[in-house]
């Protein structure tokens, strides 16, 4: 249970790549009728562990999050208020570890052989080679306080590396590269 909560404290600050051999999968999503220059103070509204594995459960886990989102929307300008404050937007995330595995074989070999002027074709023996991994989410709502509509969403996902610190970088990176394109732009 120690380290399930050890690696999901990682997956939360989770997620990109400590040295480009972790993928990270980032995906945002909006409102595009959302004016999001109005938007100009946010609050920590909830958290939501996504497989009720005590992931947040973890002190050092739920702050490790919260000061990496934090950072990057006073990056882009926002103030962080208190609740009772009327904040424009209120900040949920959910976060979720998942245990995986993926299986990998070699095609068998195959080929034409001959004994005593008989031919025909046979295969031979295809190794099989497991690998079992943990797969971390990160999934972060902002909330028009007012209208109590979700106005910009970003799923992250991202294998998770074996020691605490990895994953701690790869959270940064992973919300880092979330916020990249906020405040989103009006397609036309």
């Not at 995906?27 to 947040?56: E, H, I, P, R």
């Not at 005593?116 to 028009?144: F, M, S």
Request: with cysteine.
């Amino acid at each position: 249970m120690l380290r399930r909560m050890d690696t999901a404290l990682a997956a939360l600050t989770f997620l990109c790549t400590v040295s480009c051999a972790t993928n990270i999968d980032v995906k945002t999503d909006y409102d595009q009728s959302a004016d999001f220059a109005k938007y100009q103070t946010f609050a920590f509204a909830g958290m939501t562990d996504l497989n009720q594995a005590g992931v947040l459960s973890n002190n050092l886990t739920r702050k490790r999050i919260e000061t990496a989102l934090t950072g990057e929307l006073t990056k882009k300008n926002l103030r962080q208020v208190e609740l009772n404050q009327n904040p424009d937007l209120l900040v949920h995330y959910w976060v979720g570890v998942k245990d995986k595995q993926t299986v990998d074989t070699m095609a068998p070999s195959m080929g034409a052989y001959g004994w005593n002027g008989r031919y025909g074709y046979g295969g031979g023996y295809a190794p099989v080679t497991t690998y079992e991994y943990q797969q971390g989410t990160l999934i972060t709502d902002l909330i028009d306080a007012a209208k109590k509509e979700l106005v910009w969403r970003a799923t992250m996902m991202a294998n998770l590396e074996t020691n605490t610190a990895d994953n701690i970088e790869v959270g940064k990176k992973a919300i880092a590269k979330a916020f990249e394109n906020y405040p989103p732009t009006k397609r036309q």
